[in-house]
């Protein structure tokens, strides 16, 4: 009997048990109070800059500065120290942690990709929040192409396995990206 070759060529990753991974409140819990942090940010520069500005008497407007500086501080708040030790306020309030699919801290490569997908898109707040109830590992669609696992802060892996490519086909497009394949249980 000729015996199956399976590929392992994307390499291993973990998983966790399903008692790990945040439902839907805890992460919105994580993701308002993430955002009220950051429109607080925001609001305060724009305070400070006005009454700089207004002290300076200066003509100009302080908008553009005041949108480079928020900007640099929402990256630097939604990517380095979200994958830091330290975390997001939302992130500790609510219990949670954010690793990628190896069991380690993301890049921040990684981290920006996912900012950008969660603001650009391809995937919008409504279909990451559809998705997030519909898959078997409580991931996001843009951790599932970012390569992320966002999990309690006290997860521990249950275990590895081989990653493979995982398709869907929606839109007329087969976007493809790696995923865990958990070993099966037999009776």
């Not at 990753?13 to 805890?26: A, L, N």
């Not at 998705?131 to 970012?146: I, M, P």
């Amino acid at each position: 009997m000729k015996h199956l070759q399976v590929d392992h060529s994307l390499g291993e990753g973990i998983y966790f048990s399903q008692e790990s991974y945040p439902g839907f409140i805890r992460r919105l819990i994580a993701m308002v109070t993430d955002g009220a942090i950051l429109m607080f940010v925001g609001i305060a520069i724009w305070i400070f800059l006005a009454l700089l500005f207004y002290v300076l008497e200066s003509h100009r407007s302080p908008e553009a500065l005041h949108f480079v500086i928020w900007l640099t501080i929402a990256w630097v708040y939604m990517t380095e120290i979200k994958r830091s030790r330290l975390r997001t306020i939302g992130y500790r309030l609510s219990g949670l942690r954010i690793i990628d699919i190896r069991g380690s801290r993301p890049s921040l490569t990684r981290m920006t990709l996912r900012l950008l997908m969660w603001t650009y898109g391809p995937f919008n707040f409504i279909l990451d929040l559809i998705w997030l109830g519909a898959d078997s590992e409580r991931q996001t669609l843009r951790d599932c192409y970012c390569g992320t696992y966002v999990v309690r802060a006290t997860a521990q892996p249950e275990g590895s396995a081989p990653m493979h490519l995982t398709r869907y086909f929606a839109g007329g497009i087969a976007p493809s990206y790696p995923r865990v394949v958990r070993p099966r249980k037999f009776a």
